[in-house]
């Protein structure tokens, strides 16, 4: 690559303490292509669905783990599997509906069928038609299953890997991700519906936003002039032991006009001046005892498990291509959900999702970077608001859990690949 | 077919005439006026068929009251941020379900097309509208109005009203 000769202000200070990450990892192909084998492919469990997605035995969602064709089925035992949605034949699409029920998995193009963990258990004419045509006579069933994952659950949500060795989902989720999800996913729940978001940027920068607190009450004004979330609230932004996964909450309690005046002055973000004509949008319960009303519990490389108010949902990242990814919501309840709380969680849906009035921001946030950095082969992030390390903090001023991802990612697929 | 008798067409020409009204007000970005085409008392949904269809009721946008449609645009106009677009409502021709002398139900195909900031036009949401219109008064309003979209993958946010 030819350096081009630089001014001054055009170069960057790389003495100062803070995590730097080249813009090419969002534009370049080739890094897109080593995150499918090493991350989604690699050394990492990827969240799938939920349990509650698939009640009944034969019952299947088809999904995604990274760009890789997945189906999340139900056995009759009562069981969760997960198997690559390519039929071990010629390649073709085995579920073709994005769900329904079924007693067997069978591919249209030669009728090959599995059972519902993905075991091979018909093929048409395999001894031939009248003497003529059939399998070879080594054929053997058995090695020509669908790609079996290695599936798990925990509290409900069903967890994917290709790797035969990635330590168990538990492990890999951490105590502070189990208990988050644990905390949620407290009783049996009941799926709402879904969401779904195409958004023209790469899927990493979701990721950084959703470990980023310190954008919140900057970008999505509507928290700041309702009061729901403010930087002056009580929040912590907590890693786990490895820093890949993410826990941002707040406690509402402590909200407090004074301060926030104080730390916002006149700036576009805090403008008390708003009211809402039906103040019913932001009518809820407290459902937990810890006062908690906000979580966001990132889990690496393609999950938020969220509670906002009384909306609770999670967001299954699919990845496209290096611009290109679908966020995909489900919003849940719990199946103990008396008539008015399934209405305040109807209504407070207003708030999330791609039409939220406090989440619609984020889709716009990633695009304009991505739209900012296209070719760009040398520049690089600047991030280091909260100390520049990927440490825990007791305040939401921080952005110590990009940090935390990026060195995980760094680790993973490396940020020095030379272009192809 | 029998030939529709006068009180049919009137009726049909009310509601077709209040969807394009509805349409051109979002379109000319005319979106404080938009609340006003709705009872006080009222329901807006814009939902996905995907949900629809399985009988469940998440919606994109659901508003039960006039305040919520206005809350609505005043955060599309103060709070929200999204990238610079317009919309261009198409519509098919209005159906009358049924209607009696109070309230029509009827229902219109739409196509939304967004042009961004970029110049480039694509099809952003297509589906129907099920609509209650209250003729009884003076102007005729929506009772409710609900958007089914096919489109359920939606492209980067929903701020306008569909």
Known sequence: MATAPQTDNMKQDTSATGCRVPYRVFTDRQYYEREQENIFKGECWSFVGLEAEVPQAGDFKSTFVGETPVILTRDTDGGVH??????????????????????????????????????????????????????????????????QLRTETVGGLVFASFSE???????????????????????????????????????????????????????????????????????????????????????????????????????????????????????????????????????????????????????????????????????????????????????????????????????????????????????????????????????????????????????????????? | MALPSLEQMQVQHVAAQLNALHAELIDDDRLEEWPDLFEEKCRYSVISAENHNRSLNLAAVFCDSRGMLVDRIVSLRRANIFPAHAYRHILGPTRVVSSNEQIISAQTNYVVLMTRNDGQTSIYNSGKYIDKIDFSGGAPRFVSKTAIFDTHLIDTMMVRPI
């Open chain 1, 82 to 147: 997960v198997v690559v949605n390519r039929c071990a034949h010629r390649g073709a699409l085995v579920c073709r509906e994005m769900r329904g029920n079924r007693a067997s998995l069978e591919c249209v193009y030669h009728q090959w069928a599995y059972d519902l963990k993905g075991n091979l258990i018909g093929v048409p004419f395999r001894r031939g038609l009248k003497g003529q045509g059939g399998m070879p006579g080594d054929f053997d069933m058995s090695q020509h299953n669908l790609r």
């Open chain 1, 165 to 420: 060795t990635v330590e168990s989902c538990r492990d890999f989720l951490g105590p502070i991700v189990v208990g988050q999800i644990e905390r949620i996913m407290c009783k049996p729940i009941t799926v709402l519906g879904d969401q779904r978001q195409r958004i023209h940027g790469n899927w990493k920068l979701y990721a950084e936003n959703t470990r980023d607190p310190y954008h919140a009450s900057l970008l999505h004004l509507f928290h700041n002039t309702f009061g729901l979330y403010r930087s002056t609230q009580t929040g912590k932004a907590l890693m786990d032991s490895s820093k890949r996964h993410s826990l941002l909450y707040s406690i509402a309690a402590s909200n407090d006009d004074a301060a926030d005046k104080q730390a916002y002055g006149d700036s576009r973000t805090f403008d008390t001046e708003f009211k809402l004509q039906d103040m019913s949008l932001l009518k809820g319960r407290q459902e937990f005892d810890d006062n908690i009303t906000l979580v966001i519990l990132a889990v690496y490389p393609n999950l938020v498990l969220q509670q906002i108010q009384n909306t609770l949902a999670v967001r299954q990242t699919v990845t496209y291509g290096p611009d290109d990814f679908e966020l995909v919501w489900t919003h849940f309840g719990y199946q103990d959900d008396d008539e008015e709380m399934q209405a305040i969680r109807l209504k407070q849906a207003n708030l999330i999702g791609p039409a939220g009035l406090i989440s619609m921001e984020d889709g716009e946030a990633v695009e304009i970077v991505q739209n900012a950095i296209v070719g760009e082969e040398r520049a690089t992030s600047y991030i280091a608001m909260g100390g520049g390390r990927a440490e825990d903090a007791d305040h939401l001023v921080t952005e110590g859990a990009i940090i935390g991802f990026w060195d995980n990612y760094r680790e993973m697929v490396g940020f020095d690949l030379e272009p192809a």
